[in-house]
């Protein structure tokens, strides 16, 4: 979601060297778009995790910091690695740490306004650049790209998987995990799913998750009762693996999780089920489809809630469970009536 920034960034810095401070796999699922010149990778974990950022990038005496997340650890770390320039938002207690500020939305009420994370580093990124206006730099638009490096761990993934590279049927991939479980539909409703995709669209069903959640995908596997349907974290799949085996997908029905902005970046189809989380704070571009329509369809747990509520506020209003089988069948059945993206 922080692409479109980096983009304004790039365009509006065409002989800069820009680098990046990322936890480790970040660097890898950014690669080959040109981006950035530079990836320093550290993971922050720890009370020393400030003093290892600021080291990987003080060599490089970078005259300026942007910085994207909110936390005050980040900030720290580039004031310690002696950077001159540190622009972010002022929260989190930070504020002595920058040098450049910009006040984030608030309600009336006090509490965090709802703004798009697209929206969000835009926004910052035209403070840092000195640009006005809501519209500058064009439309946003996320943007992955899949190097051939990436083409070859995908391809690698799903060989081991049994499938032929060269001769793929059409895929699907299914996303059931989430770092909250109070964001996860049911995975019999997954395997609901990937039924009907299997049995009425004749899509090959990968199931993607992180190492962590291997049983979860293996519980959504075995549940299913007549599709062909594969755990890819069996296979040793990657970001960069999964980047290239998200674009080859005819369609991805994720949770509210890193895949579902996988797909949104490479034009990918994507069914996205949101539960007691606002789908307003990660709502993003997406490229529409040969007849116009969007290539996202958004499954919410309870579309009646008012605007100016929030579903974080309405746990139990807005439980994932509320979601129904029929109403992600038909989203599914909706996208795969057209075959392509525009753009």
């Known amino acids: 979601m922080a692409t479109p920034a980096m983009r304004l960034i790039r365009e509006s810095r065409p002989g800069a060297f820009i680098g990046v401070l990322a936890r480790p796999g970040i660097d890898t699922l950014l690669s080959g778009g040109g981006l950035f010149d530079e990836a320093h990778v550290e993971r922050a974990v720890g009370v020393m995790a400030p003093k290892a950022a600021a080291a990987k990038v003080r060599a490089r005496r970078y005259q300026s910091a942007l910085l994207l997340r909110n936390s005050f650890s980040s900030a720290l770390a580039v004031r310690m690695a002696g950077i001159p320039r540190r622009v972010g938002y002022a929260r989190d207690g930070r504020g002595m740490l920058l ?58 993934v799903l060989a081991r998987a049994g499938l032929d590279p060269l001769a793929l049927p059409p895929l699907a991939v299914l996303s059931p995990g989430g770092n909250n479980p109070a964001k996860r539909w049911p995975i019999e409703r997954f395997a609901a799913v990937a039924d009907f995709l299997s049995q009425e669209h004749g899509l090959t069903v990968l199931v993607n998750g992180s190492p962590a959640e291997r049983d979860l995908v293996g519980g959504l596997v075995a549940a299913c009762a007549r ?59 997406t490229r529409p489809l040969a007849n116009g329509s969007a290539s996202e369809e958004v499954m919410l747990a309870d579309p009646t809630l008012p605007e100016s509520e929030s579903a974080n506020n309405h746990p139990e209003r807005c439980r994932i469970e509320r979601i129904g089988v029929p109403t992600v069948l038909a989203a599914c059945a909706r996208l795969l009536g057209t075959a392509r993206v525009v753009g």
Request: with cysteine.
């Open 227 to 285: 599709a062909r349907a594969m755990s890819l974290p069996e296979h040793g799949v990657t970001l960069p693996a999964l980047k290239a085996i998200v674009a080859r997908a005819r369609l991805v029905v994720t949770n509210d999780t890193g895949p579902r902005h996988i797909a949104g970046a490479l034009g990918v189809p994507v069914v996205t089920l949101f539960g007691p989380t606002d789908h307003r704070w990660t709502t993003i571009p």
């Open 99 to 156: 040098t450049e500020s910009l006040p984030p939305a608030m309600t009336a009420g006090g509490q965090w306004a709802i703004v798009p994370a697209v929206e969000y580093y835009l926004a910052l990124a035209r403070q840092f650049l000195g640009i006005e206006g809501e519209g500058a730099g064009g439309t946003p638009r996320l943007e992955l790209c899949v190097t051939a490096e990436d083409d070859l761990a995908g391809a690698e």
